[in-house]
């Protein structure tokens, strides 16, 4: 197996065609293996992925703690890391209320606990992970540009964002790429957001592209959800919504079959077949979930495959939002 790479924007580095998303190792997905997970980070290496996407705040640093510890075995040139920054957390475990922590003081502060966590002195992109509405974009982003020139970071990214928010951010300083929800269940960006990113020269890195799980092909609507994992609460999950969803995975997995792939893989190949400057991140916990997101490298969708998959999952489909309502009230690429 050979992974091939894409460039994130006209200024962002070269990555992996997949990337990883750590972010259930170590929070709200309920328990995770820590011996396990560090094997998949390390299984994820050999098999050529560059990208590992975290964030400060997945398990209040646990996460970036993992991480350090996988790469201590791996040359620190050899990956590109991902983080964000912003959210703030609670000594039970909870998240404090919005809105974010994305002013200048806070970019440095978050970013020097980041650097000494992740035992590297730079990180590769750099991002608030929401934004504060009253902290113009444009302070957050000169910040991030002062670290950048300073050497601590190299790229500034953005995350869950809009089309005019796009714009005023790269009149500051470069930006590498957005990182936003996209998959089948989740076509939004598709109006505004990635033709302005286009036009800006921005990548995109699609976290959610299994739709935190449904389109993976593993779900049932009996399954038990712990009280740690968010999904307890999505509308997405929730009872006539989880089960509508599933109609449109059981027809998805059809399609699948007649591609010799798994409902999981067809999802992940899908997202990455709508451009070249598309990135999906994939969340696998486990070695065997990680071993079958790879095969999508080998999975080639036509014209013909394509429309296929989008009449079985047509735009618009899914029930229920992505974000209970508070959640979705704080996301500008919403607005």
């Known amino acids: 197996m050979t992974i091939g790479t894409r460039k994130l924007g006209t200024t962002g580095p070269e990555v992996s065609l997949i990337g990883l998303g750590a972010m259930g190792m170590s929070d709200l997905y309920g328990q995770a293996d820590e011996a396990e997970s560090i094997a998949t980070l390390h299984a994820a290496f050999d098999?050529?992925?560059?990208?590992?996407?975290?964030?400060?705040?997945?398990?209040?640093?646990?996460?970036?703690?993992?991480?350090?510890?996988?790469?201590?075995?791996?040359?620190?040139?050899?990956?590109?890391?991902?983080?964000k920054f912003g959210s703030r957390r609670t000594p039970d475990g909870g998240f404090q209320p919005v809105p974010y922590d994305v002013s200048p003081a806070a970019v440095k502060d978050r970013l020097a606990y980041s650097l000494r966590r992740l035992n590297t002195d730079y990180i590769d992109i750099y991002r608030p992970a929401r934004l504060n509405p009253d902290i113009p974009v444009e302070e957050t982003v000169g910040a991030l540009e002062e670290m950048r020139q300073a050497g601590f970071i190299r790229h500034?990214?953005?995350?869950?964002?809009?089309?005019?928010?796009?714009?005023?951010?790269?009149?500051?300083a470069p930006i590498s790429d957005l990182q936003i929800e996209y998959s089948l269940l989740s076509r939004g960006p598709e109006t505004s957001i990635i033709p302005a990113l286009r036009e800006l020269g921005i990548g995109l890195t699609a976290y959610g592209v299994l739709s935190r799980g449904l389109l993976s092909g593993h779900w049932t609507a009996a399954r038990h959800l712990d009280a740690g994992d968010f999904r307890a609460h999505s509308p997405r999950f929730q009872g006539e919504n989880l089960r509508a969803n599933l109609r449109l995975v059981e027809a998805l997995g059809r399609v699948a079959e007649r591609l010799g792939a798994t409902t999981g893989q067809v999802a992940i190949a899908?997202?990455?077949?709508?451009?070249?400057?598309?990135?999906?991140?994939?969340?696998?916990?486990?070695?065997?979930?990680?071993?079958?997101?790879?095969?999508?490298?080998?999975?080639?969708?036509?014209?013909?495959?394509?429309?296929?998959?989008?009449?079985?999952?047509?735009?618009?489909?899914?029930?229920?939002?992505?974000?209970a309502a508070p959640l979705m009230a704080t996301l500008d690429s919403e607005r």
């Open 47 to 83: 098999a050529g992925l560059t990208l590992v996407d975290t964030a400060d705040f997945y398990g209040a640093g646990a996460n970036e703690l993992l991480i350090a510890r996988a790469l201590k075995e791996r040359r620190r040139d050899e990956i590109v890391l991902s983080v």
């Open 156 to 172: 500034i990214g953005l995350s869950e964002v809009g089309a005019r928010t796009l714009r005023r951010a790269a009149a500051v």
């Open 270 to 323: 899908w997202v990455a077949a709508q451009g070249d400057d598309i990135v999906p991140l994939i969340g696998a916990r486990r070695r065997e979930r990680l071993a079958e997101s790879l095969g999508v490298v080998d999975l080639v969708l036509d014209a013909g495959s394509r429309a296929e998959i989008e009449a079985a999952v047509p735009a618009g489909s899914a029930a229920g939002e992505r974000y």
